[in-house]
């Protein structure tokens, strides 16, 4: 039998300017094509320098940073597996899809779950995160800083982790959208686990994942006493590999390789121009969207730059949508769960002019086919506005 990749696969790339996974450098994929031994000096070196690294993009002075070996889900479920077990009492804000996740896997380790649901397309408020802080003794508190299904962004995240702080209660901040693309200070922000995968903000593979521990949640971790259902998911066991160079399963060697090289590329880069990169670019998608003539599907106060929601017109088909994006214009963007939206992601090379352009073109021209009104040519001058005077910043 042979069945050749190249049968299945397009003749041309298609650019991914989804809600992930996003493009990856040439540096990222050359490193993730590399097999070394995943123990020894190499590979004791590379982690080394990820863990040095990630300190910075996690805005953290912890040493306690770990990979695992999956998707951001994996690192979800690393941290609600270390922090939670039967009769821990975990507050999980929920703004949609994924950070209804984080409930459910606290749900099954045994955890009594209380779910605050915000509207859909809002941010959490504080002041009522404070009411069931006070009202409840929890143990754990869950939230997204975006939550990419509905893209929502939790502005008020610093004060909400800082509050959980003071009502000694351990805070879980998924950032799998987001790390490097917005701000987030683990440390100055008293947040004690951060997630993150690979292939979003970070931009690279899909597989890897890391996930950063307070110093101060570590000693609650190192001293558990409940049984831990997990083997992979151990972090007193994952040490063994990440701070000890010893073995706990065989790493995903060019997995972590990759993740050196985009980690690399944010430190070059550095976190306040990837930012403002990631600023500029998303916010000019956005006014360019609006002057085509189409609605962003979340309000100002709420809205997540990393991954944008557009809001479909009546009587038109995100599905046909998508699809007239990726056969003729060969650029693919998301639908959603559920919702009557289209999402384009602002994470990593996604955040890039040229991309920008194309993926505009692109949307205008497959909505138009579908049925909706739009006025590309206004759209695509919004767009040269709103990047000409960036284009050092953005190209
Ligand atoms: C994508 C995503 C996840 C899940 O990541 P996987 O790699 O698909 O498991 C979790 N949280 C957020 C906010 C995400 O965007």
């Known amino acids: 039998m042979d069945l050749p990749l190249d049968s299945i696969l397009p003749n041309e790339p298609l650019l991914l300017m989804g809600a992930g996974p996003v493009p990856v450098s040439q540096k990222v994929a050359m490193a993730n094509s590399v097999v070394i031994n995943h123990l020894g000096d190499t590979m004791s070196q590379v982690i080394e320098r990820v863990r040095l690294m990630s300190q910075y993009v996690f805005q953290t002075q912890s040493k306690h940073i770990i990979g695992v070996a999956g998707p951001g889900s994996a690192a979800m479920e690393m941290a609600i597996t270390n922090l939670v077990w039967p009769g821990r009492k975990v507050l999980s804000i929920q703004n949609g899809f994924f950070s209804a996740r984080l409930a459910e896997m606290a749900k099954r380790n045994g955890a009594e779950v209380t779910v605050y649901e915000t509207p859909v397309g809002q941010a959490a408020n504080p ?26 962004w939790n502005r008020e995240l610093a004060s909400i982790t800082q509050m959980a702080r ?11 959208c987001t790390l490097s693309t917005m701000p987030l200070e683990m440390d100055n922000w008293q947040v004690d ?11 690279s593979i899909p597989g890897v994942s890391l996930i950063a521990f307070s110093e101060h949640v ?9 049984p831990m259902p997990h083997w992979c998911l151990d972090v007193r066991l994952a040490r063994q590999f990440w701070e000890e160079k010893g073995y706990h399963y065989t790493a995903p060697v060019s997995g972590i390789l990759a993740l050196h090289e985009a980690l690399r590329q944010v430190c070059l880069e550095t976190l306040d121009k990837r930012f403002n990169r990631h600023e500029v670019c ?114």
């Open 127 to 152: 002041e009522e995160v404070e009411k069931l802080l006070q009202e409840h003794d929890f143990d754990v508190l869950t939230i997204v800083q975006g939550e990419t299904s509905c893209t929502v």
């Open 166 to 176: 003071r009502y000694g209660v351990l805070s879980v901040v998924d950032a799998v």
């Open 193 to 203: 686990v951060v997630i993150t995968g690979g292939q979003k903000g970070l931009a």
């Open 218 to 226: 570590w000693p609650i971790i190192l001293e558990r006493t409940a």
């Open 282 to 395: 998303s916010i000019a998608l956005q006014s360019a969207v609006e002057a085509m003539g189409l609605e962003l599907f979340v309000d100002t106060h709420s809205r997540l730059n990393s991954v944008v929601g557009i809001s479909l017109p009546q009587g038109v088909d995100g599905k046909q949508v998508l699809s007239t994006m990726s056969k003729q214009y060969k650029v693919e963007i998301s639908g959603s769960f559920g919702l009557p939206i289209v999402r384009i992601g602002q994470m990593g090379e996604q955040s890039r002019a040229h991309n920008l352009f194309r993926t505009l073109h692109a949307l205008g021209m497959s909505m138009k086919q579908s049925g909706a009104v739009i006025d590309l040519p206004s759209g695509m001058a919004a767009l040269e506005r709103a990047l000409d005077v960036n284009d050092t910043v953005t190209a």
